[in-house]
């Protein structure tokens, strides 16, 4: 199968008009000892044959797994609208929305995106979008360092998702900084240290909320400290919380980063997921990344383009604000529709839903008649951590045999953690879920 | 059109997800942990948002309904069946970190990953490939960091990174953000990279050389091989831009030419599609001496002939992502190398360079050609005169067709840069043949029209300059 409209005819009108013999002579250019020296694929398929190779391939994948697994990732229910608006071709395939005029649907949206995340998120500015989750929170940091110039300290509490911190390192590895990670105290950030740490060295201070633990916190204190040296703030979100949570604006944050994935964005192994990013009015110029601004036409029109390009590599080159072009623009609107679609109550429904279905599973596991002991009691959102009295990968391991996904083991990721096991819920789990889950885990401690 | 959040009501209702809660507010965290009042998200029915984000669906031009040869992004078309694949829940609800667990759980997602980094280090000749990076900037950065990580092995000292004057801005943009210098190498009158200057600023401060082949003015540089003996000689890297190689599958292989790191535009050579600005995906592709370096995890093949992650992160520049790239992206762009084979490659390539050469062929007497002789895949041609190049780009939306790049590459006045693709038919070719030619004469006849244009869009002309002096980004009333 291939997709080329040529027929014969056409290709011997075109190379006619063109002046040369064969397609083949187009490639003259390249010398002989150049070219490929291997080019060894399979051939080429039918339609009907490469449909049968993808249910061959979705059948390997396991199927009914129950999942209990967040880490910032987690299942949620998503509205019908969203995939039908999405999937239109009309936002499906175009590119970057350079030229406005023939662009006006999808900046428009990119316009109504930023908007929306401003009001979930109580920050003045938003950009229309970058990789993910950590990436946006890598990008945070490098804004934080333009920002605050020759300050070259960067202070991230352990609370924040360790895949994150992971990316963080690698962005900035070989920019001459320091960073510091501050290991939290009961589950939450260690507020005396992290404002001990914070001096006139310091950039940002990074912090999650609710953090990887899924514990809930208020961070006001610690973003007034760290103003009070001149360093910045920032808080990584979770998107969906913010229906019910203190929001990073009301907490005074500089800057505030998330994974969208939870506003109508599949799971998907792993991406395309959605970095937000947003801030302060005034470090507008130094976002990075596409954002839509509104714009007048000759005739007093009101319409949008893409804004302050100024700050973007296509113009700056090497003094841009970031390396950013392709983003997630159609992981954004789905986002948009999301949050259009379930609206502004719906969508505080939803952020309850999470909140009271965490806490319910926390309350029936701690009711089991098993030696589980629940480290946290403070106030959850999404999921919250479990001590199991064995190793909780190897339970892991057990569990999926069951076809249930049982949460993820913290010993990967917080040396001497082994027997913690970080356990979500979210508005889609049912009290049957519940019962297999609290089936399986007195199951799995009886043997 | 309105804005989403100047149609709502208050107390309209959306989608109804949780049905009604059960419990209040004695269930909710203590006041100081929550939010002051609900967050102003529109309230509007279902059918309202539905019409709205039609509606404005319609003010968009899309591969889908328009010609679209945007110089350097090759918008060719994204077959439906690649959805297919894509939307089907055995791959949707897959959670990523069920890799980390139990690989058979996932086992037909690791084979698509594993597959698809053996046929992008076949089609790239190089020795591994990363999927991890989610846009082709993406990729550049991780590979701008192996490049430090090879040169810190080595203790070398490096400081600069060459880029051609013609490139895309990604690559100095990615050079500085892995803490390098950029040197600038400007482009001959044949359209090729000046050689002597290049000799003249390679220096043992170098620690790569960044370049694209065909480059951004669709020319093919037959001395590359000369330009990699050049920087090795310096032990600098070669690092190829794929962005442009749909010119060439099966013709040429960046590892064969020496170069030692790849990195590829799924979303452009293989067909995924844009999104109106990503998702995308970059995955990196280097030589057998910098594989140890690349992203982790990595998918392998384990002892039974299954698949597995390798989670060896000893000398890796470590994760760029959360988990392993964006998977459906990947997913669709295996299926439409499964789909097109070696043949079907080979020959979109060679469609996408006939169609390219058309073209050039055809405007060659009405626009000023500043590399004439045979394009790639794309062709260049400079507007002369001041304005005009945003003028024919206003021109030809009224008529219906997306216009190609302008005013990139920068070293080209008043650049207008032509990317048909391989999809695209004689009709369609012919019928913008025809269309540029009418503004090449309007040029001169009647530039008053061209000026004026578009007329037939929602808005006109854009005032960018004030847009940009005082920003509206957010709504607020």
Same mark, same amino acid.
């Given at each position: 199968? +291939?997709?080329?409209?040529?027929?014969?005819?056409?290709?011997?009108?075109?190379?006619?008009?063109?002046?040369?013999?064969?397609?083949?002579?187009?490639?003259?250019?390249?010398?002989? &000892?150049?070219?490929?020296?291997?080019?060894?694929?399979?051939?080429?398929?039918?339609?009907?044959?490469?449909?049968?190779?993808?249910?061959?391939?979705?059948?390997?994948?396991?199927?009914?797994?129950?999942?209990?697994?967040?880490?910032?990732?987690?299942?949620?229910?998503?509205?019908?609208?969203?995939?039908?608006?999405?999937?239109?071709?009309?936002?499906?395939?175009?590119?970057?929305?350079?030229?406005?005029?023939?662009?006006?649907?999808?900046?428009?949206?990119?316009? &109504?995106?930023?908007?929306? /995340?401003?009001?979930?998120?109580?920050?003045?500015?938003? +950009?229309?979008?970058?990789?993910?989750?950590?990436?946006?929170?890598?990008?945070?940091?490098?804004?934080?360092?333009?920002?605050?110039?020759?300050?070259?300290?960067?202070?991230?509490?352990?609370?924040?998702?360790?895949?994150?911190?992971?990316?963080?390192?690698?962005?900035?590895?070989?920019?001459?900084?320091?960073?510091?990670?501050?290991?939290?105290?009961?589950?939450?950030?260690?507020?005396?240290?992290?404002?001990?740490?914070?001096?006139?060295?310091?950039?940002?201070?990074?912090?999650?909320?609710?953090?990887?633990?899924?514990?809930?916190?208020?961070?006001?204190?610690?973003?007034?400290?760290?103003?009070?040296?001149?360093?910045?703030?920032?808080?990584?979100?979770?998107?969906?919380?913010?229906?019910?949570?203190?929001?990073?604006?009301?907490?005074?944050?500089?800057?505030?980063?998330? &994974?969208?994935?939870?506003?109508?964005?599949?799971?998907?192994?792993?991406?395309?997921? !959605?970095?937000?990013?947003?801030?302060?009015?005034?470090?507008?110029?130094?976002?990075?990344?596409?954002?839509?601004?509104?714009?007048?036409?000759?005739?007093?029109?009101?319409?949008?383009?893409?804004?302050?390009?100024?700050?973007?590599?296509?113009?700056?080159?090497?003094?841009?604000?970031?390396?950013?072009?392709?983003?997630?623009?159609?992981?954004?609107?789905?986002? !948009?529709?999301?949050?259009?679609?379930?609206?502004?109550?719906?969508?505080?429904?939803?952020?309850?839903?999470?909140?009271?279905?965490?806490?319910?599973?926390?309350?029936? /596991?701690?009711?089991?008649?098993?030696?589980? &002991?629940?480290?946290?009691?403070?106030?959850?959102? +999404?999921?919250?951590?479990?001590?199991?009295?064995?190793?909780?990968?190897?339970?892991?391991?057990?569990?999926?045999?069951?076809?249930?996904?049982?949460?993820?083991?913290?010993?990967?990721?917080?040396?001497?953690?082994?027997?913690?096991?970080?356990?979500?819920?979210?508005?889609?789990?049912?009290?049957?879920?519940?019962? !297999?889950?609290?089936?399986?885990?007195?199951? !799995?401690?009886?043997? | 059109?309105?804005?989403?959040? =100047?149609?709502?009501?208050?107390?309209?209702?959306?989608?109804?997800?949780?049905?009604?809660?059960?419990?209040?507010?004695?269930?909710?965290?203590?006041?100081?942990?929550?939010?002051?009042?609900?967050?102003?998200?529109?309230?509007?029915?279902?059918?309202?948002?539905?019409?709205?984000?039609?509606?404005?669906?319609?003010?968009?031009?899309?591969?889908?309904?328009?010609?679209?040869?945007?110089?350097?992004?090759?918008?060719?078309?994204?077959?439906?069946?690649?959805?297919?694949?894509?939307?089907?829940?055995?791959?949707?609800?897959?959670?990523?970190?069920?890799?980390?667990?139990?690989?058979?759980?996932?086992?037909?997602?690791?084979?698509?990953?594993?597959?698809?980094?053996?046929?992008?280090?076949?089609?790239?000749?190089?020795?591994?490939?990363?999927? =991890?990076?989610?846009?082709?900037?993406?990729?550049?950065?991780?590979?701008?960091?192996?490049?430090?990580?090879?040169?810190?092995?080595?203790?070398?000292?490096?400081?600069?990174?060459?880029?051609?004057?013609?490139?895309?801005?990604?690559?100095?943009?990615?050079?500085?953000?892995?803490?390098?210098?950029?040197?600038?190498?400007?482009?001959?009158?044949?359209?090729?990279?000046?050689? $002597?200057?290049?000799?003249?600023?390679?220096?043992?401060?170098?620690?790569?050389?960044?370049?694209?082949?065909?480059?951004?003015?669709?020319?093919?540089?037959?001395?590359?091989?000369?330009?990699?003996?050049?920087?090795?000689?310096?032990?600098?890297?070669?690092?190829?831009?794929?962005?442009?190689?749909?010119?060439?599958?099966?013709?040429?292989?960046?590892?064969?030419?020496?170069?030692?790191?790849?990195?590829?535009?799924?979303?452009?050579?293989?067909?995924?599609?844009?999104?109106?600005?990503?998702?995308?995906?970059?995955?990196?592709?280097?030589?057998?001496?910098?594989?140890?370096?690349?992203?982790?995890?990595?998918?392998?093949?384990?002892?039974?002939?299954?698949?597995?992650?390798?989670?060896?992160?000893?000398?890796?520049?470590?994760?760029?992502?959360?988990?392993?790239?964006?998977?459906?992206?990947?997913?669709?762009?295996?299926?439409?190398?499964?789909?097109?084979?070696?043949?079907?490659?080979?020959?979109?390539?060679?469609?996408?360079?006939?169609?390219?050469?058309?073209?050039?062929?055809?405007?060659?007497?009405?626009?000023?050609?500043?590399?004439?002789?045979?394009?790639?895949?794309?062709?260049?041609?400079?507007?002369?005169?001041?304005?005009?190049?945003?003028?024919?780009?206003?021109?030809?939306?009224?008529?219906?067709?997306?216009?190609?790049?302008?005013?990139?590459?920068?070293?080209?006045?008043?650049?207008?840069?032509?990317?048909?693709?391989?999809?695209?038919?004689?009709?369609?070719?012919?019928?913008?043949?025809?269309?540029?030619?009418?503004?090449?004469?309007?040029?001169?006849?009647?530039? =008053?029209?061209?000026?004026?244009?578009?007329?037939?869009?929602?808005?006109?002309?854009?005032?960018?300059?004030?847009?940009?002096? =005082?920003? $509206?980004?957010?709504?607020?009333?």
């Amino acid at each position: 199968m +291939n997709y080329t409209p040529h027929t014969e005819e056409d290709i011997k009108k075109m190379l006619k008009s063109i002046g040369v013999s064969c397609v083949e002579e187009l490639f003259d250019v390249i010398p002989q &000892e150049l070219r490929a020296q291997s080019f060894e694929l399979p051939e080429s398929m039918s339609e009907q044959g490469v449909s049968k190779e993808i249910e061959r391939l979705l059948s390997l994948n396991g199927s009914g797994i129950r999942n209990f697994a967040g880490g910032g990732f987690y299942d949620h229910y998503i509205p019908s609208a969203v995939d039908f608006l999405s999937s239109r071709s009309e936002f499906y395939t175009p590119y970057t929305p350079y030229q406005s005029e023939c662009s006006q649907g999808t900046l428009q949206a990119l316009y &109504e995106y930023q908007s929306a /995340i401003c009001r979930l998120t109580g920050m003045d500015v938003s +950009n229309a979008s970058v990789y993910d989750g950590g990436t946006a929170a890598a990008e945070a940091v490098l804004m934080a360092l333009n920002i605050t110039r020759n300050r070259r300290k960067i202070i991230i509490d352990s609370g924040v998702n360790p895949l994150y911190r992971e990316i963080i390192h690698t962005y900035t590895e070989n920019l001459n900084i320091e960073i510091v990670e501050v290991d939290s105290i009961n589950y939450r950030a260690d507020r005396k240290k992290l404002k001990g740490l914070t001096d006139k060295d310091t950039a940002a201070v990074l912090l999650q909320n609710p953090n990887f633990f899924g514990a809930v916190d208020d961070y006001t204190d610690i973003v007034a400290a760290a103003a009070e040296n001149g360093a910045l703030s920032i808080l990584l979100f979770y998107p969906v919380s913010l229906g019910v949570l203190k929001t990073p604006g009301e907490m005074g944050f500089d800057i505030a980063a998330g &994974e969208g994935q939870s506003l109508g964005i599949p799971l998907s192994f792993g991406g395309p997921y !959605l970095g937000i990013l947003a801030a302060c009015k005034k470090y507008l110029r130094k976002l990075p990344g596409r954002i839509a601004g509104a714009a007048q036409d000759s005739n007093g029109r009101r319409g949008y383009v893409l804004s302050m390009q100024a700050r973007e590599q296509h113009i700056r080159r090497e003094k841009a604000t970031s390396n950013i072009c392709t983003n997630q623009n159609l992981m954004a609107l789905r986002a !948009l529709l999301y949050m259009v679609l379930t609206g502004k109550s719906g969508f505080v429904n939803v952020s309850k839903k999470n909140l009271m279905a965490a806490a319910k599973l926390k309350e029936t /596991i701690a009711a089991l008649k098993t030696e589980i &002991e629940i480290p946290f009691y403070g106030p959850v959102y +999404n999921e919250f951590v479990i001590k199991l009295p064995v190793d909780a990968r190897a339970a892991v391991k057990k569990m999926l045999q069951q076809k249930i996904l049982a949460g993820v083991p913290l010993g990967d990721f917080y040396p001497g953690r082994q027997n913690e096991l970080l356990v979500c819920a979210t508005e889609s789990s049912s009290d049957e879920d519940f019962k !297999l889950y609290t089936d399986a885990l007195e199951n !799995l401690l009886k043997l | 059109m309105k804005l989403i959040f =100047q149609k709502s009501v208050k107390s309209r209702k959306g989608v109804d997800i949780t049905g009604a809660l059960q419990g209040g507010t004695e269930k909710l965290p203590e006041a100081k942990y929550l939010r002051h009042s609900p967050a102003e998200l529109p309230e509007v029915s279902e059918l309202e948002a539905v019409r709205h984000y039609v509606g404005l669906s319609r003010q968009n031009f899309s591969v889908d309904t328009n010609f679209y040869p945007l110089g350097s992004c090759t918008m060719k078309y994204n077959p439906k069946i690649l959805e297919k694949a894509a939307s089907a829940d055995a791959f949707t609800g897959l959670h990523p970190i069920l890799g980390f667990y139990s690989c058979e759980s996932c086992a037909g997602a690791l084979e698509v990953l594993y597959r698809m980094q053996e046929f992008l280090s076949e089609i790239t000749g190089m020795h591994s490939t990363s999927l =991890q990076p989610m846009a082709g900037a993406h990729g550049e950065l991780a590979g701008m960091l192996m490049v430090r990580k090879y040169h810190r092995k080595k203790r070398n000292n490096k400081k600069f990174i060459i880029v051609p004057d013609e490139s895309h801005g990604t690559n100095p943009a990615s050079a500085a953000m892995a803490g390098y210098g950029v040197v600038t190498i400007p482009t001959g009158p044949d359209g090729l990279l000046d050689i $002597d200057i290049l000799r003249e600023k390679l220096s043992g401060e170098t620690a790569a050389v960044i370049l694209t082949c065909p480059n951004t003015v669709g020319k093919f540089d037959p001395r590359i091989k000369q330009i990699s003996s050049l920087a090795r000689s310096r032990d600098a890297l070669m690092y190829y831009d794929g962005a442009n190689m749909n010119a060439i599958m099966g013709k040429v292989r960046p590892g064969d030419l020496g170069f030692d790191i790849v990195h590829l535009n799924l979303h452009k050579t293989f067909a995924t599609p844009h999104g109106g600005g990503g998702p995308g995906a970059g995955p990196v592709g280097v030589t057998k001496e910098l594989s140890e370096y690349l992203p982790y995890p990595r998918v392998v093949k384990d002892e039974d002939d299954g698949f597995a992650l390798s989670f060896d992160r000893k000398k890796s520049i470590g994760r760029i992502a959360p988990f392993y790239g964006n998977f459906s992206v990947i997913l669709k762009a295996f299926i439409y190398i499964v789909l097109l084979g070696k043949e079907g490659l080979k020959d979109a390539s060679e469609k996408a360079v006939l169609n390219a050469n058309y073209i050039m062929k055809n405007l060659n007497a009405s626009f000023n050609n500043p590399y004439p002789g045979h394009c790639m895949h794309e062709c260049v041609f400079s507007a002369s005169e001041p304005g005009m190049a945003m003028n024919i780009a206003k021109y030809l939306i009224d008529n219906n067709i997306h216009p190609p790049t302008v005013y990139f590459p920068l070293i080209v006045k008043e650049a207008l840069m032509i990317e048909p693709t391989e999809t695209e038919s004689l009709q369609t070719l012919d019928n913008f043949i025809d269309l540029m030619r009418k503004a090449s004469e309007l040029m001169k006849k009647d530039p =008053q029209r061209l000026q004026d244009s578009p007329v037939s869009m929602p808005v006109g002309r854009l005032d960018e300059v004030s847009a940009a002096r =005082q920003p $509206d980004v957010n709504f607020t009333s």
